[in-house]
């Protein structure tokens, strides 16, 4: 699974974050202008927006800190798809471009620590989705072979990264701007 909008349902309180963040270091990011530029590569957003790539760790940093104020709920009916899926027997597991400390202290608020085999992070890549090392390194965590899995995301990036690592793929549907474009990149569900 990918995490934010997908299971979580992040998706409010990414902006809010993104608009705190932005206006603390002097540039206003109207909603509009969000949802022309967002990606969930935010790089990719900080460079759209002008912002100097020597401030992008600060606008990092004050992302993290705006986000942290809250956590987000699941996605109506992720807590009994993944119960479900458990206790059919399959492997679960998360590759997504949030922190680790951020993932794992959703997973724990959650009431989700052990729910996943394997939780792949932001951190624990060199290349960013849609390159597919995240979801590679997953399979490998779970002794897993491509044509035994499926990546379940939200936006664009998750369907090309599933599709570029040899897996099924299941587009989700959610309140993050790039997952109106989700059908554009023919998922498989």
Not at 128 to 152: D, F, N, S, V
């Amino acid at each position: 699974f990918d995490w934010d909008g997908t299971l979580l349902d992040s998706a409010p309180l990414a902006f809010e974050a993104f608009e705190k963040s932005f206006r603390d270091l002097g540039i206003p990011l109207e909603r509009e202008v969000y949802e022309r530029i967002y990606s969930p590569n935010w790089y990719g957003m900080y460079e759209a927006l002008g912002l100097p790539e020597a401030r992008w760790p600060d606008a990092d940093t004050l992302w993290t800190s705006h986000y942290g104020e809250a956590t987000a709920p699941l996605v109506p009916g992720a807590w009994d798809a993944i119960c479900t899926i458990r206790n059919r027997g399959y492997f679960l597991g998360i590759v997504t471009s949030g922190s680790r400390v951020r993932v794992r202290r959703e997973l724990r608020d959650l009431g989700l620590d052990g729910a996943f085999e394997t939780v792949v992070c932001n951190e624990d890549v060199a290349n960013k989705k849609p390159h597919p090392e995240g979801l590679k390194t997953a399979m490998r965590h779970l002794g897993r072979r491509p044509p035994q899995c499926c990546y379940i995301g939200d936006s664009p990036v998750d369907v090309e990264m599933g599709k570029r690592a040899g897996v099924r793929t299941v587009g989700v549907v959610s309140g993050y701007p790039s997952s109106r474009n989700l059908s554009s990149l023919h998922p498989d569900f």
